[in-house]
């Protein structure tokens, strides 16, 4: 559950500025999940000057989010009282299509494929530090770390921090999300 306030919350809390409440509730949707998904990517490198843990970051900014949208609720439910058929439609058709592309979880342990192996290691040491570390260190003699992009593994890791998830299921997840 958790897990999926990480996806939604903070960008949620960045759509409901006066101009995002002129666009659809779909749209606005659409934009909450990438806004909130490429915040925690972006962040993720600022948390080891600020000295946090990346899970307690994430909760900091679970929590802040949540108490600023309860501010603006006024302004939430009339955002979501909008919701007309055509709306209806393209929402239950997302939620249909997510459903769909989270099927092959039942059948699959983890993600296929050597590219997500990768990922999958590189958010093992993500989530064994609990922040971006500086180096690849004690699986490989590399050390400094970021040659990698590490967007998919931090989020990965911070899926699996915040639900008691094991990493390959995290990567499996949000792979086929």
Do not use: C
């Not at 659409?30 to 490429?38: G, M, N, P, Q, V």
């Not at 108490?67 to 009282?81: A, E, G, H, P």
């Not at 769909?100 to 059948?107: D, E, N, S, V, W």
């Amino acid at each position: 559950m958790t897990a999926i306030l990480v996806v939604i919350l903070p960008g949620l809390l960045l759509s409901l500025s006066n101009e995002m409440e002129k666009k659809g509730v779909s749209e606005v949707i659409a934009y909450s999940i990438s806004a909130s998904l490429s915040f925690f990517m972006v962040s993720s490198w600022m948390i080891k000057y600020l000295g946090f843990s990346l899970q307690g970051f994430t909760f900091i900014v679970l929590i802040v989010s949540l108490i600023m949208i309860l501010m603006r609720s006024k302004n939430l439910l009339r955002f979501f009282t909008r919701i007309d058929r055509e709306e209806a439609i393209i929402l239950f058709s997302f939620i249909i299509v997510i459903l769909l592309r989270l099927l092959p979880a039942i059948f699959q342990i983890a993600p296929a494929g050597a590219d997500m192996s990768m990922h999958s290691y590189i958010a093992r040491l993500i989530f064994e530090n609990d922040r971006i570390p500086s180096s690849y260190e004690p699986l490989f003699p590399i050390s400094s770390f970021g040659v990698y992009p590490t967007g998919f593994p931090t989020l990965t890791a911070i899926f699996s921090l915040v639900s008691n998830m094991p990493i390959y299921r995290s990567a499996l997840y949000l792979a086929l999300f």
